[in-house]
């Protein structure tokens, strides 16, 4: 059975410990994908220590794992300090809700985090499509 994809989720995010990555686990195992499989969705390379993210699906527990990175009901361009364990982590997180129509970008830097969501008309118009 096919499936329309309501959530996408791109990003890489460098400076992710052993240890957050198994703090992260729990979410993306409640993600529901529209592959077979969500092996290919997160991709840790221990080495490395980063998270790639490429996954379109039905559902991601997106309120919760903000939480976990210390985003309780974040303002829209706000910045705020992570959670300890994630203080090392950089990079972007894109998190595209099609049903909502609007983009959720989270910018890692510096041991905070950015906030901002904007329609996706928005973005559109802005790159010229």
Same mark, same amino acid.
């Not at 990555?21 to 997160?42: H, Q, Y």
């Not at 991601?60 to 903000?66: N, R």
């Not at 990079?91 to 099609?98: A, T």
């Given at each position: 059975?096919?499936? =329309?994809?309501?959530? /996408?989720?791109y *990003?890489?995010?460098?400076?992710?410990?052993?240890?957050?990555?198994? +703090?992260? /686990? %729990?979410?993306?195992?409640?993600?529901?994908?529209?592959?077979?499989?969500?092996?290919?969705?997160?991709?840790?390379?221990?080495?490395?220590?980063e998270?790639n993210?490429? $996954?379109?699906?039905?559902y $991601?527990?997106?309120?919760?794992?903000?939480?976990e990175?210390?985003?309780?009901? %974040? /303002?829209?361009?706000?910045?705020? %300090?992570?959670? =300890?364990?994630?203080?090392?982590?950089e *990079? +972007?997180?894109?998190?595209?809700?099609?049903e909502?129509?609007?983009?959720t +970008?989270?910018?890692?830097? =510096?041991?905070?985090?950015?906030y901002?969501?904007? %329609?996706?008309?928005?973005?559109?118009?802005?790159?010229g499509?």
């Open positions: 059975m096919q499936h =329309n994809t309501l959530i /996408k989720i *990003g890489l995010l460098s400076g992710v410990s052993e240890k957050a990555f198994e +703090r992260l /686990k %729990p979410f993306i195992s409640e993600a529901i994908s529209t592959e077979e499989s969500l092996d290919n969705s997160f991709t840790y390379n221990k080495n490395k220590q998270l993210c490429s $996954f379109e699906g039905l $991601f527990p997106f309120e919760d794992f903000l939480q990175l210390n985003l309780t009901n %974040p /303002k829209n361009k706000n910045s705020y %300090p992570l959670n =300890n364990i994630f203080q090392d982590v *990079g +972007r997180l894109d998190y595209i809700d099609i909502n129509w609007n983009l +970008r989270l910018i890692f830097q =510096n041991h905070t985090i950015q901002s969501t904007t %329609p996706l008309n928005n973005i559109l118009a802005y790159s499509h």
